[in-house]
Nanobody, 122 residues
């Protein structure tokens, strides 16, 4: 599976961004998908995940502000980020898991995209 993330950028606090992750190489609809982020000097952390059946899961820090969704016809998963805060600044990665459940441990994911930078200014 190849994953290509896009959509990052610079935004002011309170603004919005939508990240996209396009997948190829395997039946996308059967994969659990996740978004993670990593800020400088910090460990990679779970942000949101979506099962093949479209059940969604969120980290407490983004609940109510971020929305994960998937379009199986386009082999793409999205992360809509609203009400962005400076502490959301990080490199954001999409990941795929063959076992079709969402978990927060990044080591449980089988494939990773290249990352896209999100910077939120105060």
């Amino acid at each position: 599976v190849q994953l290509q993330a896009s959509g990052g950028g610079l935004v002011q606090a309170g603004g919005s961004l939508r990240l996209s992750c396009a997948a190829s190489g395997r039946t996308f609809s059967s994969l659990a998908m996740g978004w993670f982020r990593q800020a400088p000097g910090k460990e990679r952390e779970f942000v949101a995940g979506i099962r093949s059946g479209s059940s969604t899961y969120y980290a407490d820090s983004v609940k109510g502000r971020f929305t994960i969704s998937r379009d199986n016809a386009k082999n793409t998963v999205y992360l809509q980020m609203n009400s962005l805060k400076p502490e959301d600044t990080a490199v954001y990665y999409c990941a795929a898991r063959v076992f079709p459940s969402v978990v927060a441990n990044p080591r449980e994911y089988d494939y990773w995209g290249q990352g896209t930078q999100v910077t939120v200014s105060s």
